[in-house]
């Protein structure tokens, strides 16, 4: 079957690339055209990453932005696809549909509902509280800023590593849209559509955007001859906006999304399991019988009121609510024998409310504001081993209720030089209840959970505040080169180990602080055409929170959620942008790390930081790519663009397992795209992962309890066709 779907998928592909051939030889090539004088230099990017509008090179902080010309020029169809471009960021899909997300080595590998992100995401300034739903796809994008380091004193919820923000397109006067299919091998059909204009001229505009992308998983099963990890999505946006007069507009956002596969996604045997051989030379060649559901649901509505009071001062209200369903069967044996199976129906949902002020003044720009935000969420979840006669389940309910209020001021010393003040307080009250029950005699799910008596029972709660605060100092060397430093300090409040089997292993975990030292330059040189933003990072990082697995005195298996202790990563971090010609750009991101523990109390309150590296902190990582437009004779253009993205060797697991541990490499993408002379019309050939290099994102490292070790891996080679078209 899949012979023929490649089959069917290589002839596509060759129409595609034939339309592309066809419209190049339209006419022979000609000397490139002399471009618009907006386009000799690299392009300008106007950001929100400090809460109000301004020039990218005008951040005094380290922020990189992603316009959509840009993202499509990336391939970015998730926003696991931004791996590469930013310095030391690491993001990926996770075991359970979440997002794991790194930055500068801070951020959260565990899925389960207790642990909050490290790295917040934001779509249109509402916060994400959960990993399951925030691997965004990229659809109705006007661009994507990634922020690193502490944001608490800019944005509601608090983020100690940084933040991912997705702003989605404006709503225009004019009636204006934009279509684009894709197919690709796997059998990859996409289709992203979006329309925007007026119900009522200059009164009233509206927005309605849809995106459905499915193909078949990476992987094969043997189990079953099906693919394992497939996707079935189908998401869409309605926006509207009443313009009541120049200075007040009210906004109403509505999303959602569903993703049906067939399938969950199997690791590979990086062991022998349970008599079962390791996966040898086709890590997408697995063998699972509990892999029959990953179904995720997501939606939300926002209502965004916006009133310029004068010139000066704005003020802003976002209220926001949101809902997250997630039920899924993982076959963490993966083995065709039901031994260790994972199952999880989690329910979520949670309201926000924002009220921001925005002053700008001809020194004095401040930006503030008070923060309400209140989750519950409640997991049903367990393990399902019924060939060792282990089978649990388990009740998780966590409400968190958090209340903040922030604030950030600049003013300028003199013309040049400015001196920047930020305040936090964080207040977190979380409540957990969680029981538990033993099964020996199940072997079909549900399990019995109406029956017999409780195992676990566990009713507590916690509180947790913070004050974090922010200085820095920045200097205008010129009109085209900034330079400043800061210093800032992050905050995670703590919580309670979901896993926990008794009252003493509930016991609050402590929050997490970070003290953040950043210096930097920013720079637009040779009138425009070269962009060069520099930075160098200390961090101070206390009482991590990690998860890990292990055996107890008896032997029998545990998972354990605990502070690790301290650390420090300090590094380096350039990106450079060129357009040595009008048709060629030119790019190179660069990343530096040096992540190491200062202290990390093991079980026995034994140090056992010496043997234990960070999580997704590799030493090295960047990407150097080149894009050349061919202006054709006839009107349009072809586009050719190329990048190899490294990375050095990186650990996936908190126990620095050298078995999961990923050595370094290097992934190389290519794309050719066609563009209309009226430039409504485009048609792409891309390819990712060209190589076809395996490589592991993530692991399970079970070897102290079970005796096994489990890898998943980033996506194999693909090849796609994408015909779009805007007006």
Known sequence: MKHHRTARTARALLGGVSLICLGWADAAFAQAAEPKPDKVGVEEIIVTAQRREERLQDVPAAVTAFSANTLRDLQASTVGDLQGSIPNLTIHEGDAANAVVYIRGVGQIDSLAFADPGVGVYVDDVYLGRAQGAFLDVYDVDRIEVLRGPQGTLYGRNTIGGAVKFVSKGLTNDVAGSAEATIGDYDRREFKGSISGPLIQDKLLAKASLAIAKRDGYGENAFDGRSDGDKNLIAGRLAFEYRASDDLTFRLNLDGSKDRPDTSRTPARATPVFGF???????????????????????????VADWRVSERLELKSITA???????????????PQPIFGVYDDEKQHQFSQ???????????????????????????????????????????????ENWAAYGQATYGLTDRLSATAGLRYTAETKDFFRTQKYFSAVTTLPVP??????????????????????????YKVSDDVLAYASVSRGFKSGGFDGRANDGAGAVPYDPETLWAYEAGVKSSLLDHRLTANAAVFWNDYKDLQLSSFAATSTGAFTALFTNAGAATMRGAELELVARPA???????????????????????GVD?????????????????????????????AV???????????????????????????????????WESPDD?????????????????????????????QLAYYGAPKTVSFTIGAKF
């Open 277 to 303: 051989p390791a996966t040898k030379s086709d890590p997408f060649k697995v063998d699972a019988d509990f892999n029959d559901r990953n179904d995720l649901t997501t939606g939300g509505v926002s209502f």
């Open 321 to 335: 609510y949101r809902r997250m369903f997630y039920d899924a069967h993982l076959d963490v044996d993966a083995t």
């Open 354 to 400: 924002e009220l921001q002020f925005n002053y700008t003044g001809d020194k004095l720009t401040a930006v503030g504001g008070v923060f309400y935000f209140k989750e519950r969420d409640k997991t049903f979840s367990g393990l399902y081993g019924p060939a060792l006669g282990l089978v649990t389940g388990s009740l998780n309910d966590q409400t968190n």
């Open 449 to 474: 959970y109406d029956q017999g008596p409780y195992a676990t029972f566990i009713d507590t709660s916690g509180d947790f505040h913070a004050l974090t605060p922010k200085l820095g100092l920045d």
């Open 582 to 604: 009008p048709p060629l750009t030119l790019n190179l991101v660069l990343g530096y790390l040096d992540a190491h523990y200062d202290r990390y109390i093991g079980p026995g």
């Open 608 to 636: 056992i930081s010496a043997q234990r590296k960070l999580v997704n902190a590799p030493r090295w990582d960047g990407k150097v790519g080149a894009a050349y437009r061919f202006e054709l004779a006839g009107g349009g």
């Open 639 to 673: 586009i050719v663009g190329a990048d190899a993205a490294f990375r050095s060797r990186t650990y996936p697991t908190v126990s620095s397992s050298q078995v999961l541990s990923q050595g370094g490499y290097t992934l190389f993408d290519a794309f050719v795209r």
């Open 680 to 708: 409504h019309w485009w048609a792409q050939l891309g390819a990712k992962n060209i190589g076809d290099k395996h490589y592991v994102e993530q692991g399970f490292d079970l070897s102290d309890s079970l005796g096994i």
